[in-house]
């Protein structure tokens, strides 16, 4: 059973930086898709990166795309979201997840999600 930890999050102020982080175990983990999705207060979860088993692809929601990056490292069962120029808007809890099928940016499709890590950031 794959399991999934984030860290990295934290507190920063608008146009600062953090990497998040997505540590991998138990199971298998270069064979598939992983993503990031989040979830701000009183709003729906919703996805934010989304990076291919080999990591050659990649694709971003609109509201990060140019300031955030996905990549992944096999070899070390994890996965990353770094994140610059960050505004207040994009204050949320981060949850890592794996894709369950070819490729999708729906939530209904990644199955198991690890516990999320709390970005804050002030104006």
């Known amino acids: 059973q794959v399991q999934l930890v984030e860290s990295g999050g934290g507190s920063v102020q608008a146009g600062g930086s953090l990497r998040l982080s997505c540590a991998a175990s138990?199971?298998?983990?270069?064979?598939?898709?992983m993503a990031w999705f989040r979830q701000s207060l009183g709003k729906e979860r919703e996805f934010v990166a989304i990076?291919?088993?080999?990591?050659?692809?990649?694709v971003y929601a609109d509201s990060v795309k140019g300031r955030f990056t996905i990549s992944r490292d096999n070899a070390k069962n994890t996965v990353y979201l770094q994140m610059n120029s960050l505004k207040p808007e994009d204050t949320a809890v981060y949850y890592c997840?794996?894709?369950?099928?070819?490729?999708?940016?729906?939530?209904?499709?990644?199955?198991?999600w690890g516990q999320g890590t709390q970005v804050t950031v002030s104006s």
């Open positions: 997840a794996r894709d369950r099928t070819n490729w999708s940016t729906s939530q209904r499709d990644f199955n198991p």
């Open positions: 138990g199971g298998t983990f270069s064979s598939y898709n």
């Open positions: 990076i291919s088993w080999h990591g050659a692809t990649t």
